[in-house]
């Protein structure tokens, strides 16, 4: 596609996820760079964070922090 060909819209398809209007194949799902870079700074910058199980120390005591020395 070419700079000055116009973007088509995809039919029947969710809305852009930044912005709500229709996506672009080019940009799927989204409707433009902007909206994909939008969410990639987001993910970058830790906006966006999958959860997961907290972690156990490694001998398993429940103590945190540095071994003592004696």
């Known amino acids: 596609m070419s700079a ?4 088509k819209p995809i ?10 209007k229709p996506p672009v194949e ?3 799902p989204f409707c433009s760079k902007r909206c994909a870079d939008v969410d990639l ?3 970058l910058s830790g906006s966006y964070a999958i ?4 972690e156990e120390d ?9 071994p003592e020395r004696g």
């Not at 000055?4 to 973007?7: F, I, K, S, V």
């Not at 959860?51 to 907290?54: A, D, N």
Request: aromatic content about 6%; glycine content about 16%.
């Open 41 to 43: 700074n987001r993910w």
């Open 26 to 28: 080019r940009y799927k």
């Open 4 to 7: 000055d060909t116009p973007a």
């Open 11 to 20: 039919p029947a398809a969710r809305p852009c996820p930044i912005c709500g």
């Open 51 to 54: 959860p997961g199980r907290p």
């Open 58 to 66: 490694e001998d398993g005591d429940g103590e945190s922090g540095p």
